[in-house]
């Protein structure tokens, strides 16, 4: 099927590769689910730790299924306005919301400091400052217009190449099993990743039509039927070399689901926020660095979904999202939200940039986030299934950001630097203990997975370095091949 023959329209619908397209719901939803499904796990797990150091999981096991309930609810809100929009919120980008793990080393600084008194007052003390670096972030991003300048292909592509960079990682973690599984990089979890990777490529290559555009819910199909299957034929009631018993982690345990409560009604602020100095201006930092994470999600899904760049009504709504999306977050007591990185991977790989797909996905979300049974389906997913679908995704953002770099050829000017933001900027931030001697708030900041530093730099370095004529002439070819089409 050639290009035209996809965006023709029918006399009712159009394409799944439009996004203000029309499209039947038996496409839309399955499209819709495969968002849900790559972002499910990642949604709940910074909320999982941040719990976990606060003694919520242990001491407040009702407070904590409340929390998890309700960051499906938020996230699936959220995910509609930014679809959407309400005024100047939400760019109307194909770009999934959810909650964000780029503030778990700040949050798990205010959480372990004993100032904030531990506990649910160190949690509460979080979601205040949530709130009003939700409010700082949606004030930030009314400016991005005259900050466009500031962030060219060459920046917005190394931002977008260290996300997908810094992702790579999390992607093959879960392909092995999960961190932290005691049977990590075991066979089983190593071929059931693979099974799945293997079916997603098949599908996407070799076939066509709804089967083709579905391909990671139907790699993740399979993967969830194979591991089911797995747990009949094979033992999964295992042993450590010290002797202690632990259950694969590659078992699907659906007695869970029958456990699952049908109906459960979302509270808002099961936890009352407080405002401390210390803890507003440590996350504060951290929602002015999401702020440039998003401008590089929002421009890697538009470059790698829809071809061209994002315009600056979308980085800005989408910006204003954030921070808003933050703000009704923390009015559930859940952490930050931010366009999922996760998700622009899917996109960048299928091309779905459809708002009705997307739409569905955000529905089953708020579903998802009233019926903790519908939740428990998905939170029973191995996490080698998942990271069958995630090493390709991830890396395929990595992929968008190289095509932003090479957008208007490459010149000596943009490997200097490229070569500068991902060999120190990147290379920094990324590697373990490499700002050992930097103040605690710079090492915050500026270390973990290193898009802070390669965006700084890639800022800092594009203003310095003047551009040659080969340069300017490479962007003026561009834009008049843009300009013809």
């Known amino acids: ?83 959407w929009s309400i005024g100047p919120v ?116 070799f076939t066509k039509g709804i089967t ?15 591991a089911s299957v797995m747990g009949i034929l094979l033992p999964h009631e295992l042993v450590d070399a010290e002797g202690n018993a632990f259950t694969a982690s590659w078992y699907v345990n659906w007695s869970r689901i029958a456990e699952a409560k049908w109906f459960s009604v979302p509270q808002i602020l099961p936890v009352k926020p407080t405002f401390n100095l210390h803890a507003i201006l440590s996350i504060l930092i951290m929602f002015l660095v999401t702020a440039v994470e998003t401008i590089g999600d929002i421009s890697g899904c538009i470059e790698g979904g829809m071809g061209r760049e994002a315009t600056a009504k979308e980085l800005s709504g989408g910006v204003v999202c954030d921070g808003v999306g933050s703000v009704i977050s923390s009015l559930f007591s859940s952490l930050p939200t931010t366009s999922f990185s996760q998700n622009v991977g899917l996109v960048t790989m299928t091309k779905v940039v459809n708002r009705m797909a997307l739409t569905c996905g955000a529905v089953f979300l708020v579903l998802a986030g009233l019926s ?57 931030g990324a590697t373990a203990g490499a700002l050992a001697g930097l103040p605690q708030p710079v090492q915050l900041i500026f270390g973990g997975s290193g898009i802070v530093p390669a965006a700084v730099l890639a800022i800092i370095l594009n203003i310095a370095i003047p551009k040659d004529q080969e340069d300017l002439d490479n962007e003026a070819r561009a834009n008049g091949e843009k300009q013809e089409a």
């Not at 719990?51 to 996230?75: D, F, K, R």
């Not at 959480?111 to 509460?124: D, F, T």
């Open 372 to 428: 903790p049974k519908l939740a428990a389906v998905i939170s029973i997913m191995p996490q080698s299934v998942l990271g069958g679908a995630a090493v390709m995704m991830f890396a395929s953002i990595a992929v968008s950001g190289i095509k932003l770099l090479t957008k208007y050829g490459v010149t000596n000017r943009v490997v200097t630097i490229v070569s500068i933001a991902m060999g120190l900027g990147y290379g920094l």
């Open 212 to 226: 083709s555009t579905s391909c990671i819910l139907c790699g993740i199909i399979v993967g969830y039927i194979v």
């Open 1 to 83: 099927m050639n290009k035209n023959e996809v965006k023709q329209k029918t006399a009712e619908y159009t394409s799944p590769y439009d996004f203000h397209g029309r499209i039947p719901l038996r496409q839309a939803i399955p499209l819709g689910m495969q968002h849900v499904l790559a972002m499910f796990v990642g949604n709940l797990t910074p909320l999982m730790i941040i719990c976990g150091i606060c003694g919520i999981t242990s001491e407040e096991p009702a407070l904590y299924v409340t929390l998890l309930q309700n960051a499906m609810l938020a996230a699936g809100l959220i995910t509609l306005i930014q679809l």
């Open 90 to 205: 939400g760019g109307q980008v194909p770009i999934i919301m959810g909650t964000s793990s780029g503030f778990l080393g700040v949050m798990k600084g205010v959480a372990a400091n004993p100032a904030m008194g531990g506990g649910i007052l160190a949690y509460s003390a979080i979601i205040g400052a949530a709130m009003v670096g939700g409010v700082c972030e949606a004030a930030l991003g009314f400016f991005i217009k005259p900050l466009r300048k500031f962030f060219p292909p060459v920046v917005t592509g190394s931002v977008v190449l260290a996300i997908g960079l810094s992702l790579i990682s999390v992607g093959v973690n879960s392909f092995a099993g999960g961190s932290g599984a005691k049977d990590f990089g075991s066979l089983p979890n190593l071929l059931l990743g693979l099974l799945v990777l293997a079916v997603i490529v098949v599908l996407k290559h």
